[in-house]
């Protein structure tokens, strides 16, 4: 079945450090992919999306390629604040069901001055 | 705005009792979503709801119910909670179509059954 494994956390960075949250996927066919993100006390939001194979999604700094050679959807982020502590989700659009989307199990980021 | 807004941030119950947690959305969304979110499990599905009055099971469905008699709102029942549902419980909504992938979630509830 679907299935998404991401690195373990936590991550610690040094602010301005470059980030990789490494995702590989698992699934029949090509499913959209998503990062959402969660700050400290609120519910997940979108960050980025791809829907296709080659397809970089990017927002507030952070981008995403769709690999489907290596089935990956790593985040990366050139520069790290403090303000971009928070628990990174990868997550799949289900096959069959695209509006029902299977996560990951959550990389927790935090960055220090 | 969009929002999701639940019905606690934080909750006690005692083993065997029965519980409801609410969800209301203000989006005109079809779609409703109850997940829970443990530890190095990350988020799981619960209960689906695709419109009013219908539900799909999602991947743990076992020891809850859910209920959507109106649009905006959406309820999971847990009808005798059990120590192993402590969790931190998270509602979703998204609309259909090319955009249904983009799910709006709440603050959460903690619950802790004792």
């Known amino acids: 079945g679907d299935s998404v494994t991401q690195m373990e956390g936590p991550v610690t960075l040094s602010e301005e450090a470059f980030l990789t949250i490494n995702c590989t996927y698992t699934?029949?066919?090509?499913?959209?992919l998503f990062w959402y993100v969660q700050y400290p006390g609120e519910g997940l939001q979108l960050l980025l999306k791809?829907?296709?194979?080659?397809d970089k999604g990017s927002n507030k700094g952070f981008e995403a390629t769709y690999r489907k050679e290596t089935t990956s959807f790593h985040l990366e982020k050139g520069s790290v604040q403090v303000s971009d502590s928070a628990v990174y989700f990868c997550?799949?659009?289900?096959?069959?069901?695209?509006?029902?989307?299977?996560f990951g199990t959550g990389t927790r980021l935090q960055v220090t001055l | 705005d969009v929002k999701v807004t639940q019905s606690s941030r934080y909750l006690v119950k005692r083993t065997g009792e029965k519980v409801f947690l609410e969800c209301v959305q203000d989006?005109?969304?079809?779609?409703m979503f109850w997940y829970r979110q443990d530890p190095g499990l990350g988020l799981r599905l619960i209960y689906f709801?695709?419109?009013?009055?219908?539900?799909e099971k999602g991947d743990i469905p076992e020891g809850y119910s859910v209920s959507r008699e109106k649009k905006e709102r959406f309820s999971l029942i847990l009808e005798s909670a059990s120590t192993n549902q402590t969790s931190m419980y998270l509602c979703?909504?998204?609309?259909?179509?090319?955009?249904?992938?983009?799910?709006?979630f709440g603050p959460g509830t903690r619950l802790t059954v004792t």
């Open positions: 979703a909504s998204s609309t259909i179509g090319r955009f249904s992938y983009e799910q709006y």
């Open positions: 699934a029949t066919g090509y499913p959209s």
């Open positions: 791809a829907t296709k194979a080659d």
């Open positions: 997550a799949q659009a289900h096959t069959g069901t695209a509006s029902k989307l299977t």
């Open positions: 989006m005109d969304h079809e779609n």
């Open positions: 709801s695709y419109d009013v009055k219908m539900k």
